[in-house]
């Protein structure tokens, strides 16, 4: 039986981790389907693929629709002929396989590889092995190539009407570091074919490569002998937790103690050791004596995709979409609750400026979670709105980021497992948190609002969903509420 054939993905795959290569083609059913979040990225790669080819026009798509890679290796030799740009041309050599994003025709029988990339510059690491195979496999195939391109986003991009591709994209000649690497793309497919062809897996420990240059589709399955509180949550751990791992050591807890360790990373382990939280008294009373009443407690969500939606705005800019503000007039009063939910396929940014300037206070402390997303997002939003600039200068001065204590360990329960985020602050200082919500972070709140109110959804889903979006941003700023709470007990 021949040795199977590696694509342009399973090739960087092998790559990252010999393993997963070696699953993909032997266990593939244990691999993890992409997740929601996953699946988002490579639906806008898409997405952007298609608007590349426009750069290049009166193309041919190659056999849409269809996987088989023989009948679409087939589907490309009988259009190449033309003489056209082709889009997802597929070729094949030595055992690998190519499916090229776009190949443009050029003088003397020759052809340019225009790869796209739905990143906004050139990734080394990753990008240049990808070209490189492409390049491999369509030599040997007979293709003549004159130069290969990496097409990416353009990161000073801002729409104005229409996008023009040309502008929103950056082509990158990578013709001449591509070609110092194909030399080297035969010995690298041939010994990941000795990998497939292993009876068993590699033995490969976890390490960094886990997470680079990709979060592994493994990473769970390799990682599930860790203990809950094991080295790697080791508070900006680095290299640090897999050189314990290393030395045979897994549990936080059992970190000897001749191991230098930060302040903080102390603290997580003497936590950790006593069962009990790590409180600052002093340090809690200074920064809760910063809080000015009517404090109001605040959180956005919002949406960045890849193709810019509204005009002023840039790929992947994160444009508020919603907020949730909750205010707390005097002490032990209770808290009014105000929200904004932008409605209709249009800019949300005027509306969302002009109903969070009614409702906020014009005095008191503005209690935000980790600030300065929210600090940086209205700044975006006074560029392009600049009546709000007076406004956002009376606000930044009152901004209070109560990620603050958090964050410097002045307040840190071991259920922390060495992270601020306010996901686990929350039910560790609390008990309370998002597992009952329908949406339980705001990558979902951002995919879901895109979802119902750019998607072919009915009344009552768009309807539920909105609803959902109340709930779980209403927490974010209740929640604050209740941190704040907790910390002027622990205070006292």
Not at 158 to 171: A, C, E, N, S, Y
Not at 392 to 415: A, I, K, M, N, S
Not at 463 to 491: N, P, S, W
Request: charge should be negative; charged fraction near 20%; proline fraction near 8%.
């Amino acid at each position: 039986m021949p040795p199977p054939s590696i694509s342009k993905s399973t090739f960087l795959m092998g790559r990252q981790c010999s393993k997963l290569l070696w699953f993909r083609y032997n266990a593939k059913d244990q691999i993890p389907a992409p997740d929601e979040a996953l699946q988002a990225v490579f639906d806008q790669g898409t997405e952007v693929g298609i608007l590349a080819q426009q750069l290049f026009p009166g193309g041919v798509v190659i056999a849409p629709g269809i996987i088989d890679p023989q009948e679409v290796i087939a589907q490309t030799q009988k259009v190449i002929l033309s003489r056209k740009p082709l889009y997802e041309a597929a070729f094949s050599f030595h055992g690998g396989y190519a499916r090229v994003d776009i190949l443009v025709p050029v003088a003397g029988n020759a052809w340019d590889l225009v790869e796209v990339k739905s990143t906004t510059q050139l990734k080394e690491e990753v990008h240049l092995p990808d070209v490189a195979f492409q390049a491999f496999v369509l030599a040997g195939a007979g293709v003549k190539l004159r130069k290969c391109f990496l097409a990416h986003i353009n990161n000073e991009f801002v729409r104005h009407g229409p996008i023009d591709p040309q502008k929103f994209f950056t082509l990158e000649d990578v013709t001449q570091p591509v070609s110092m690497m194909t030399g080297d793309i035969e010995e690298q497919i041939d010994a990941m074919q000795r990998v497939i062809g292993a009876k068993s897996q590699p033995d490969i420990q976890i390490g960094p490569h886990c997470d680079n240059p990709y979060t592994c589709a493994l990473h769970e399955h390799c990682w599930s002998f860790l203990p809950d509180a094991s080295v790697l949550t080791l508070y900006r751990g680095g290299s640090k937790g897999f050189s314990l791992l290393k030395r045979g050591i897994q549990k936080l807890a059992d970190i000897p103690a001749d191991v230098p360790l930060t302040d903080n990373q102390a603290i997580q382990r003497a936590t950790l050791l006593a069962g009990q939280p790590h409180i600052d008294g002093p340090a809690l009373t200074a920064f809760l004596s910063q809080l000015e009443y009517p404090i109001s407690y605040l959180d956005f969500e919002t949406l960045g995709t890849a193709i810019p939606l509204f005009d002023d705005s840039s790929p992947y800019q994160q444009i508020p979409f919603q907020f949730s503000l909750h205010i707390v007039r005097q002490p032990g009063a209770n808290p009014e609750h105000f929200s904004f939910l932008a409605d209709g396929t249009g800019d949300p940014r005027p509306d969302f400026m002009r109903r969070l300037c009614e409702k906020l206070p014009t005095i008191g402390s503005v209690v935000t979670y980790n600030a300065s997303f929210e600090i940086g997002r209205l700044k975006q939003c006074c560029e392009v709105l600049p009546e709000f600039k007076p406004w956002f200068r009376t606000v930044e001065p009152r901004v209070v980021d109560l990620l603050q204590p958090f964050r410097g360990f002045r307040y840190y329960h071991p259920q922390q497992n060495g992270t601020a985020s306010m996901k686990a602050v929350l039910p560790a200082l609390t008990g309370q948190g998002y597992d009952n919500l329908a949406i339980q972070e705001g990558g979902a709140a951002s995919r879901e609002y895109l979802r119902v109110t750019y998607g072919e959804v009915t009344t009552a889903e768009r309807r539920r969903v909105r609803q959902d979006l109340e709930e779980y941003c209403g927490l974010d700023t209740l929640g604050m509420i209740q941190i704040v709470d907790q910390l002027k007990r622990f205070a006292k």
